[in-house]
């Protein structure tokens, strides 16, 4: 029952989706309303199923109705610190277990919240986004609609900003987006050279700068100088093709500057990540 408690005290309830068209309507030139509703609608479909489920094992716990199979499973993940599989079902991939999924969560539609009542932020925090990939192909289409250039001829320039912090960053680019959040495995940042690095000893996991995500049209990509790392959600790497043909794991490749041969990164599994296990 505290473990219950606990949980609905920290997990939002479901937003309300009409006020928030009304802020955020659909706009031929701003793809970015579209992306925040569709956010809201992810999210609304996983606390719904959180404070139900909550709220069903509270009156079990009573006495007042009878338990069944599904309500025993959530009551034995939260015993054991797992997140229920009914709510996975409905959520977004993650390896955390349940105290660190929440605080997760939290943090999650602190990040969605905010953007509602403040309007787009000047940087966004990527790991925020329940489907990531909407959010790139919004800032592409934003850029080539208001250049009337044919979406298909759009592709993204990656371009690694030297600094962790964000506090200095006020202003938004003038096109493309600034986002940040991500973690390196493999390798770390080395902002005095721009560079890719080898990893300190004994850290396995670093913070990776800010990135600007710039849409570019018919871009050709670097033949050398350059490391395709790959971004993904969680640690597994694993992932499957969901219905809207994207990986539920794998984001997108970003070109990350280097002075060593590719395949030296390769072989060490260099990978981007929006989230760790805790």
């Not at 849409?215 to 992932?239: D, E, M, N, W």
């Amino acid at each position: 029952s505290d473990a219950c408690d606990d949980i609905i005290s920290r997990v939002c309830e479901p937003l309300a989706v009409e006020p928030i068209q009304d802020k955020y309507p659909v706009k031929y030139d701003e793809s970015m309303n579209t992306v925040l509703v569709q956010e809201v609608i992810r999210y609304n479909r996983l606390l719904a199923v959180v404070h139900s489920s909550i709220e069903q094992l509270r009156l079990s716990i009573k006495g007042i109705i009878v338990a069944s199979t599904e309500l025993e499973e959530v009551a034995n993940s939260i015993f054991m610190n797992c997140v229920p599989d009914q709510w996975a079902a409905k959520g977004y991939v993650s390896l955390k277990p349940l105290a660190a999924w929440n605080t997760d969560l939290e943090r999650r539609m602190h990040f969605v919240c905010s953007w509602i009542e403040n309007g787009a932020p000047s940087i966004f925090w990527f790991p925020g986004f329940f489907f990531p990939q909407a959010f790139l192909t919004g800032t592409r289409q934003n850029f080539a609609r208001k250049n009337s250039f044919p979406i298909d001829t759009v592709d993204f320039e990656f371009i690694v900003r030297d600094e962790l912090s964000i506090d200095n960053v006020t202003a938004k680019p003038d096109s493309g987006c600034l986002i940040h959040g991500l973690f390196i495995e493999g390798g770390t940042w080395d902002s005095d050279r721009h560079l890719l690095a080898e990893c300190k000893p004994k850290v396995l996991f670093s913070d990776f700068p800010i990135i600007l995500f710039k849409p570019v049209q018919f871009r050709v990509a670097p033949k050398t100088g350059i490391y395709h790392c790959p971004i993904y959600k969680v640690l597994s790497r694993a992932g499957a093709l969901s219905t809207s043909g994207h990986s539920t794991n794998f984001i997108i490749d970003g070109e990350v500057p280097t002075d060593m041969p590719e395949r030296l990164w390769i072989t060490r599994s260099v990978a981007l990540f929006t989230q760790l296990r805790y």
